[in-house]
């Protein structure tokens, strides 16, 4: 045998050295860093992205000296503050009937909310606005039907409390998902000792339960904030017919409605946005934690419900309203809607939206557009997230800090300012000109903005995996490559596919990336719903997300069938790791002589 | 079937933790050599870098006559490439996998053919008993079912060198002793060379061929397991091989094959067999078992009559632990079963007087003298 050589430090597994981080980093560079790089380096040039142009201060004195943009700032703390109210509250109640009651309808909760979460803005944007339009939109129009009444408006949705309800109706799924965990995990044994001690259940509920998840609810209000000023679909869809504008989608309409677009003075907001969501997300971490947010303790306790009484009966109504608010009207409406042969009509319904959808080109081009961004997309940002969460997690290198901190950095970065951000990097970056207006740089954009949520979904099983599988196969004469594929891959594949299939649900449904970096030819399906519903052809764009919304559905199941194969690998994993001497073991027979062993080796 | 070489090894870790310091050691082709030593002494880290699972800051690992770490001259063979396998404390088999694929598997790596894999993981799986547990998830096994598929594994593609940490630490008592049996059985039908990591001083005095005590990353004594049991170098050898009686004393007489020492701050002598260089007056510390405290002795055995009082007497079945005040000191004495019976028990109570005779062969004489060591407390052994 030869000698191995090694340069400075030798190399026990892959991306264990720096040396062997450099492609993973670049990688990551590129597409997560480079692009605030150039959002940065852009604001402060006096010209468009890929012309010549001169430093200067004017995009920002532009941008900040005009008092739409205070307005706009002001609305969109409004929407976010007010959002962020309704849904921890209402999330807070749900999480607490679901995990500690005995409530009637709770077990149906936590699956609905997921599906919530995973519905598209988009979807609450355009279902809501038909269903809270002032003229013909159902609520209205049944409303009036049965009280008889005639220009009654009972709820118009293009106005604040529109804007301020539909976005509410997501951010109670996102903090009750957000929330469910901590309160699932709350040890009974806390409450039974405060009820022990004299305090009544009211008071033990806000003196104990409150405070022993409330650094979960902190957290949860803290995120919910942060997504509350991304908001972009529902406030586009919205509040523009209402003349209500937020930062997003006043950064937006400095790029698309305003000729020449003003990319300069876009990005001097965006920076704003930016530095108030990372001062926000660091405030998270800082309260709890980068990863475990949902942890309250790693024990397993008692957990049985409450018996709250009469109270479930109100919960059970709770439930049923948002059931009704946040999928069964939404739904229906935008059913409705897509049979109708022109909105509100109150003629026969018919397939007519979808004839037409079919025979139209466009339509298709974007069906199949959107299909390669969501799958081909999904894959590419999973291997990046596998890939970027291994490294971190075995490398003995310094600059795994560095790769960790790119990996987590879309997350604090607006998707509408990830897109114009994008529209920078590959404008200005010579060579990477040719792929803008292709639907290359729509999946790349997706791919950074699915980043943070595929490195969470591979992060429990690679965090899972013990370090002594991997160098059990290395000793047994696996390479680090072999290793790999043979032991790694295999064993987290289950949680790989599900992530996959959940990142490829949100980026089918993502509008933020497409409204800005796509042309005529690399449209996708929300692209095209959005772009039909603001032209009138309402009931065009509710057959197209019908569609959209049937494909989601597939996507979905095979999604929560592979995550419930994830969850029995994970737990198979665990028990082998937990499996300590049992009474069978030394129970069965042990005749094995060491003359036997000795023989049979010879032969 | 590699003798190992191992020249002033040291491994630093990234946040500045000096683990292992400068440890020289000449394993021999097929011999087995067990790394004893308290917690976090380096053992894990020695072994670990013999496997390439851990890359030396300093020194050189030669297998046989090719040099496999050596950091100066940038050289470093991958755990793959060295012949080698591993078991691990927590057997970590592969859960995705059969009891039979995670046998097969270093097979596969090394390319044998199918046929001859079935034969070989087959007759491997025979050894540890589980031949029928073949096709079975790796995951449905109990834990000392795993430790012995994980032995299969790493003895199913005859590596010249077989590494163990700590194998047998999560068995209970019972399976230990048959697993101890399994893995020397293993060892002498292989041939391979063998090192093994235990803090467990019984486990390594019933295994090896030689033992080697380390201590905050440095060798203090490489020896069979009869000469450490018998003559420990040190103070903390002694101590860690279940010498309970540790304490400093002064040469007071000399003889030609014996010499006299006084414990210090006590009337106690003992007389000592051998030779020695020390002259009169020089420090020596000394160190006895409990159990060669006896109450009776052979009627040609040499010893020392001890006057104490019992300040402490634990009964523990095989054995009666006793805390004595003897001469201003504190021993420690057990008395086994066959003495006990020779006793009214009433007289072993605690306050009571007692005399018993210490062997006076069984005594050392540590080399060192350690000023600031009288008790053996740090490591209480159960089974001296
Ligand atoms: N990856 C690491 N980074 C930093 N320090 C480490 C690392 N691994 C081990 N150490 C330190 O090196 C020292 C030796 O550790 P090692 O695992 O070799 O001990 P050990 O003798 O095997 O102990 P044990 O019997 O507890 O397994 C310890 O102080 C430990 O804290
Ligand atoms: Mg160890």
């Given at each position: 045998m030869s000698e191995v050589k090694f340069r400075r430090q030798p190399h026990t597994g892959p991306f264990s050295t720096g040396l062997s981080l450099l492609p993973l980093l670049l990688v990551s560079f590129f597409l997560f860093a480079m692009p605030i790089v150039m959002l940065i380096w852009g604001a402060f040039r006096n010209a468009s992205p890929g012309t010549k142009a001169n430093w200067s201060f004017d995009a920002f004195t532009r941008a900040y000296t005009t008092s739409e943009t205070w307005i706009d700032f002001r609305n969109s703390i409004a929407l976010s503050l007010s959002v962020t109210l309704i849904a921890v509250v209402v999330g807070v109640i749900l999480a607490f009937l679901v995990a500690r009651t005995t409530t009637p309808l709770r077990t149906i909760v936590t699956p609905m909310m997921a599906a919530v979460v995973a519905l598209p803005p988009l979807f609450y944007g355009i279902s809501w606005g038909m269903l809270g339009q002032k003229d013909v939109g159902l609520l209205n129009t049944t409303f009036r039907h049965i009280f008889g009444l005639d220009s009654f408006v009972l709820f118009n949705s293009n106005s604040w409390a529109g804007l301020i309800l539909v976005s509410a109706l997501k951010g109670v799924a996102f903090s009750f998902i957000l929330l469910i965990g901590p309160f699932g995990a709350m040890d009974r044994s806390l409450e039974e000792a405060s009820q022990i001690s004299g305090a009544n259940r009211l008071t033990t509920l806000f003196r104990v339960d409150l405070m022993v998840l409330s650094p979960a609810i902190i957290g949860t209000t803290i995120l919910s904030i942060v997504v509350g000023f991304e908001f972009f679909d529902i406030p586009l869809i919205l509040g523009t017919p209402a003349k209500i504008k937020v930062f997003s989608t006043r950064i937006y309409d400095m790029i698309d409605q305003q000729t020449p677009a003003d990319y300069g003075g876009a990005g001097a907001l965006s920076l704003l946005l930016v530095a108030i969501v990372i001062v926000?997300?660091?405030?998270?971490?800082?309260?709890?934690?980068?990863?475990?947010?949902?942890?309250?303790?790693?024990?397993?306790?008692?957990?049985?419900?409450?018996?709250?009484?009469?109270?479930?009966?109100?919960?059970?109504?709770?439930?049923?309203?948002?059931?009704?608010?946040?999928?069964?009207?939404?739904?229906?409406?935008?059913?409705?809607?897509?049979?109708?042969?022109?909105?509100?009509?109150?003629?026969?319904?018919?397939?007519?939206?979808?004839?037409?959808?079919?025979?139209?080109?466009?339509?298709?081009?974007?069906?199949?557009?959107?299909?390669?961004?969501?799958?081909?997309?999904?894959?590419?940002?999973m291997v990046v997230a596998l890939l970027v969460t291994y490294a971190v997690a075995r490398s003995q290198s310094g600059w795994r800090k560095a790769l960790d901190l790119m990996g987590w950095l879309p997350f604090a970065v607006p998707g509408i300012i990830l897109a114009l951000a994008i529209a920078w990097e590959y404008v200005s970056i010579p060579g990477l000109k040719h792929l803008y207006g292709t639907i290359w740089i729509v999946m790349l954009a997706l791919v950074v903005t699915a980043a943070p949520m595929a490195m969470r979904s591979v992060q429990p099983a690679i965090g899972q995996l013990a370090r002594d599988l991997e160098e059990s196969a290395r000793v047994s004469g696996a390479s680090g490559m072999r290793m790999m594929t043979t032991i790694v891959l295999p064993l987290i594949a289950p949680s790989f596919l599900s992530g996959w299939f959940l990142v490829a649900i949100l980026l089918s449904g993502n509008l933020t990336i497409p409204i800005l970096l796509s042309t005529p030819t690399s449209q996708t399906v929300p692209l095209v719903v959005y772009t039909l519903y603001t032209q009138g052809q309402v009931t065009q764009a509710s057959a197209l997300f019908v569609i959209?919304?049937?494909?989601?559905?597939?996507?979905?199941?095979?999604?929560?069938?592979?995550?419930?194969?994830?969850?029995?690998?994970?737990?198979?994993?665990?028990?082998?790791?937990?499996?300590?001497?049992?009474?069978?073991?030394?129970?069965?027979?042990?005749t094995t002589e060491p003359v036997a062993l000795a023989k049979a080796q010879s032969s | 079937m590699k003798p190992v070489t191992i020249n002033g090894l040291e491994k630093r870790y990234a946040d500045g933790t000096y683990a292992v310091r400068g440890i020289d050691l000449v394993i021999g082709e097929g011999e087995f050599l067990t790394l004893l030593g308290p917690s976090g002494c380096g053992k894990t880290t020695t072994l670990r870098c013999l496997a390439g699972l851990e890359a030396p800051t300093g020194g050189s690992i030669t297998f046989g006559d090719q040099v496999v770490a050596d950091p100066e001259h940038n050289v470093f063979v991958p755990p793959e490439k060295r012949d080698i396998s591993m078991v691990f404390?927590?057997?970590?088999?592969?859960?995705?996998?059969?009891?039979?694929?995670?046998?097969?598997?270093?097979?596969?790596?090394?390319?044998?053919?199918?046929?001859?894999?079935?034969?070989?993981?087959?007759?491997?799986?025979?050894?540890?008993?589980?031949?029928?547990?073949?096709?079975?998830?790796?995951?449905?096994?109990?834990?000392?079912?795993?430790?012995?598929?994980?032995?299969?594994?790493?003895?199913?593609?005859?590596?010249?060198?077989?590494?163990?940490?700590?194998?047998?630490?999560?068995?209970?008592?019972?399976?230990?002793?048959?697993?101890?049996?399994?893995?020397?059985?293993?060892?002498?039908?292989?041939?391979?060379?063998?090192v093994y990591v235990t803090h467990d001083q019984q486990e390594a005095l019933a295994l090896s061929d030689r033992i080697v005590v380390m201590d905050q990353g440095k060798i203090l004594q490489i020896g069979t397991p009869e000469e450490l049991y018998r003559h420990p170098n040190s103070h903390f050898v002694a101590d860690f091989l279940g010498y309970q009686n540790i304490m400093d004393a002064t040469v007071v007489g000399v003889d030609a094959d014996s010499y006299t020492v006084q414990l210090n701050d006590s009337d106690l002598k003992i007389k000592l067999q051998g030779k020695t260089e020390k002259k009169v007056g020089a420090p020596v510390t000394v160190a006895f078992r409990s159990a060669h405290l006896r109450l009776d002795t052979m009627p040609d055995e040499q010893f020392t009559p001890i006057d104490a009082v019992i300040t402490q007497a634990t009964y523990r079945g095989r054995d009666l632990l006793m805390v004595l005040e003897a001469h201003g000191k504190t021993l420690r004495a057990t008395l086994d079963e066959d003495e006990m019976v020779r006793v009214d028990r009433s007289q072993l109570t605690e306050g009571a007087s007692i005399t018993l005779k210490l062997l006076a062969d069984r005594v050392v004489a540590l080399p060192d003298a350690d000023p600031d060591s009288d008790t053996a407390e740090t490591f209480e052994s159960e089974d001296m």
């Open positions: 926000l997300v660091i405030l998270q971490w800082r309260i709890l934690g980068k990863r475990n947010f949902t942890t309250v303790t790693g024990k397993t306790h008692r957990t049985d419900p409450w018996d709250i009484g009469k109270w479930r009966y109100a919960g059970t109504a709770l439930i049923a309203v948002y059931v009704l608010l946040a999928v069964v009207l939404p739904m229906f409406q935008l059913l409705l809607g897509s049979l109708q042969s022109f909105f509100g009509s109150q003629g026969p319904l018919s397939f007519i939206n979808y004839h037409k959808l079919f025979a139209n080109a466009n339509v298709l081009q974007a069906l199949w557009n959107t299909l390669l961004t969501a799958l081909v997309g999904g894959f590419l940002a959209e919304l049937l494909l989601l559905g597939i996507g979905f199941v095979l999604a929560k069938g592979i995550a419930a194969l994830a969850a029995r690998a994970m737990k198979r994993q665990r028990d082998l790791q937990q499996a300590k001497l049992m009474a069978i073991d030394t129970a069965e027979p042990q | 404390q927590n057997y970590a088999l592969w859960p995705h996998m059969t009891v039979f694929a995670n046998v097969a598997y270093p097979l596969k790596m090394a390319k044998v053919r199918n046929a001859e894999i079935k034969d070989r993981v087959a007759a491997s799986l025979a050894l540890v008993n589980l031949r029928e547990r073949a096709q079975q998830p790796a995951s449905q096994l109990s834990g000392g079912q795993q430790q012995r598929v994980a032995l299969a594994r790493a003895m199913v593609g005859r590596p010249s060198l077989i590494f163990f940490d700590e194998p047998l630490s999560n068995l209970d008592a019972k399976l230990r002793h048959t697993m101890q049996e399994q893995i020397r059985a293993a060892h002498e039908s292989l041939g391979s060379t063998t």
